[in-house]
């Protein structure tokens, strides 16, 4: 298990990047709303399924709706079409919990060639 090491794009060095491999997770990272954004890269034959799951984050109150049931966390499909895709974490915060939270990321289908990073902006 590694812990993601975010990385400014506007103010590092991109060859400093630290890429993690997903077949040798589960991985974590410190949920922040502000600008946060993963990067997976699949260079798999398959397509690669990223489950992200914040600690302790069970339901979402949704008004006039009730609750939803997020403990599963957010399964998130990287083709293998595509070379890189990104998320931007604020868009799933119903998932991954409140400032601070720990989140964790596995992989389903990744076998060494498929990779994760992490940037802050």
Known sequence: ?????????????????TKVDLSVGPHTFTYSSFKQ???VENGEISD???NITGDGVITHKCPEYG????SAGFDWVVTNANNEESLYTLSKGAFLGENGNTVTITATGATGLSFVYL???
């Open 48 to 50: 690669v399924t990223v």
């Open 67 to 70: 609750d939803i049931d997020v």
């Open 1 to 17: 298990m590694a812990e993601l090491t975010a990385f400014n794009p506007l103010s590092s060095d991109i060859t400093a990047i």
């Open 119 to 121: 940037a802050e902006y």
């Open 37 to 39: 954004c993963l990067y």
